[in-house]
């Protein structure tokens, strides 16, 4: 399968598509918004069963797309996020299986009290609306990220990077059919059909209050863009600067296991562990295990002098070091003065994403988690535990570091607004 | 007293002017958010008790306000909100009192779980940070907004309206006495000190990442500026285009007793009644009561023909008279094809406030309650019970109808964000 684009002459008619696809998104977002559960569920197993018998159209698509990004000297890991198989296929499928499954959250009640005059308040929770998704050339989202925002009652405008466009198109297709098979109208889960990037900007201006929200899932140029043009709420973090801190009272053990979890398990994730800190007043022995097991690891350790001195394959960091994203095998290490100089330098270096503290004195871990200001705080567990799905959230569209609405790790509860329904007999105000 | 204000040579210093009071409120909400519940109270109280010690002051500097605006030929409703009198002055404080006396949400466990691997999990209320208030010539509005923001462990930047600049500042000094009487950093409620219009487009801009919500308290065109032009999370709602339906099943003395207290009970406030839609299969037993309720009460009544066949006192009611915001003793009157009608007339016309339906069918009501697409929904209670009051909120700073964050009146907990706190005895990620 060869999807064609449609070839679009002019900003302007860019312009005109993006602002009908919202109209359309609208419309199915009122009818999804009464859908019940089971025609949601029922639909999103319909389409794990067109995904699997569409692989090998979705395979073949995705070879042309591989093919043609090989050619442009596309390498590295962006091609292997690009590249599907058999098996990538089949976790697509599984993964629209497991949202299935899901407790739909739409009609939950929240909360639910009486007042003094006999009216019963109940908080209930609500789809939120449009949802657009702006990725990159990762297909799978389109299948992941259309299923989260149909679980929770809300349509999807999904615009997938140009160099997966294939791969998404094929995709979409099975999505589609699973929403006709289950009756639900075909423009809940839209793909965006033009390559340009001004239906970007169109989004991000929100088309014309057809879209609610704005989930980027990409890279940090991509955030950035958004979170600096988009009118509209972003769900988003810009990055995952996170910090382990091994306090005086760690042990020993436990600091080395989690430190090099937290940063070797996966290196790429934005819940890996890009700074340690360690408390000046701890013993060698609490903290050496943890150095050495990362550079036995193949890790690149990076630290001030006093660090360099516990071992000396440890190389010397730059002030650059701390506060950055390396996302790779590499760490920066720093004394400080205890929990609270722990504390002073999140605050300065941090990206209020996840930070973590090894320590087996309850009032520093109180501390911390109670003064640090991120989404996700740890005592004693590695940062790389922020996932929606290591929280039991079943599956995550992605992580927020905003402090509005969505916070951490937005799952499908975290896509949902609320509205409050009151029933009285008769009251009326004094 | 006659509070001066700066005078600022040029737009540049009023933006350096307010990027400091943005700097400012950001290190105060560091201190704020680690408050304790005491001391935020006894600031509250501290406040209250400042209030009354200078409501001489205060109501010396309102009689200075109040002469300008006369002067300048202002009048009505306008001029009442913006006049302060002993018992005005006296209720501000016992708002403050009451304020002081909510829970303090702050460190609430919202939710808490275990997961399968031992870690437990506690989603817990946090502060959102920064809160800008754009008001206009209510004084009371700076006792409110700040009491409220800072219950919740918010920095509150206050700018009220020019008129009333010399009231609020006699206000605010109460304010910041209270602060200190608690050791609270002063700039926890700082009032705008200057009258440029350029500082209300500094707050929407964010004052670089230092604002983190606007709530406008004011009418129609404030509200449209702040949702128009801000750059930063808005709660707010534009306007209160409320609806009561009598369906044919519903009781003819509730019926009128709902819709008499929902038009008329105060008909400037944003939960009175705009329009009444009437169920066309309904006998007229049923709304006629209703109808010659309102007339009776001076109120106004426009309707199309059937409706004016009810009663000859009912003037014609013009296509523009559906979705309009009266804010006045008037009211549409609609026939409507049952439930159904009422919600598509709803959709049409509404504005996702506040809307209620009055009948015994509890069919028909959980259909409407249900599927109305509004902050808040009705069965048999009247539309003037959107407040935060009345919701057991114990105050609010406005009522919202955006779906993101706070949605229905934004009391305390509204004012609030949230994080994880994860605890764990060594776990790592597999």
Chains 1, 2 share one sequence.
């Not at 979705?58 to 098996?87: C, H, P, Q, W, Y």
């Not at 890009?274 to 007043?281: F, G, S």
């Not at 193949?298 to 190389?315: F, L, M, Q, Y």
């Not at 988690?369 to 996932?387: G, K, M, R, Y």
Request: aromatic share 4%; with cysteine; hydrophobic share 45%.
């Amino acid at each position: 399968m060869t999807a064609s684009l449609k070839t679009v002459d002019s900003t302007s008619s860019v312009s005109g598509l993006m602002q009908d696809i919202g109209r359309r998104a609208r419309k199915a977002a009122r009818a999804l918004g009464l859908a019940p559960a089971l025609q949601k569920e029922k639909a999103l197993f319909a389409m794990a069963k067109a995904i699997r018998a569409t692989s090998r159209e979705i395979l073949a698509a995705n070879e042309d797309d591989v093919t043609e990004a090989r050619a442009a000297g596309v390498t590295g890991s962006f091609l292997d996020r690009l590249t599907l198989d058999r098996k990538r296929v089949a976790a697509m499928a599984e993964g629209l299986e497991v949202v299935a499954e899901l407790k739909d959250p739409v009609g939950e009640v929240i909360s639910k009290w009486k007042r003094p005059n006999g009216m019963i308040i109940e908080r209930v929770r609500t789809p939120i609306g449009v949802i657009g998704v702006i990725y990159e050339s990762r297909p799978n989202v389109t299948a992941d990220a259309g299923a989260l925002c149909l679980k929770a009652g809300n349509a999807a405008i999904l615009r997938g990077g140009s160099d997966s466009h294939r791969s998404s198109r094929a995709i979409h297709a099975a999505m589609v059919e699973g929403l006709r098979g289950a009756r639900l109208p075909e423009d809940s889960i839209q793909l965006v059909p033009v390559r340009d990037r001004a239906a970007v900007g169109e989004m991000l201006s929100g088309l014309g209050g057809n879209i609610d929200v704005i989930v980027p899932r990409g890279g940090k140029s991509l955030v950035a863009r958004v979170q600096e043009e988009a009118r509209v709420p972003v769900f988003a973090h810009l990055e995952g600067i996170c910090h382990v801190y091994i306090d005086k009272a760690a042990k020993p053990a436990m600091a080395r296991d989690i430190v090099l979890n937290a940063k070797m398990r996966r290196t790429g994730v934005c819940g890996a562990a890009e700074t340690l800190l360690i408390d000046i007043a701890a013993d060698e022995n609490i903290y050496k295990p943890a150095i050495q097991a990362l550079l036995d690891a193949g890790c690149e350790v990076r630290g001030e002098d006093a660090v360099r001195a516990v071992d000396p394959r440890v190389r010397p960091a730059s002030a650059d070091d701390f506060g950055k994203e390396f996302l790779d095998a590499i760490i920066a290490v720093r004394f400080v003065e205890g929990v609270e100089g722990a504390m002073a330098h999140i605050a300065r270096y941090g990206s209020q994403h996840t930070d973590a503290i090894v320590t087996q004195d309850k009032q520093a871990a109180a501390r911390f988690l109670n003064e640090v200001d991120s989404a996700i705080v740890l005592h004693n567990a590695s940062t790389q535990f922020a996932d929606g799905g290591e929280f039991g959230f079943g599956a995550e569209i992605g992580i927020a570091t905003g402090r509005m609405h969505a916070r951490g790790p937005v799952g499908v509860e975290q896509l949902t607004s609320f509205k409050y329904r009151v029933r009285g007999s008769g009251q009326t105000r004094p």
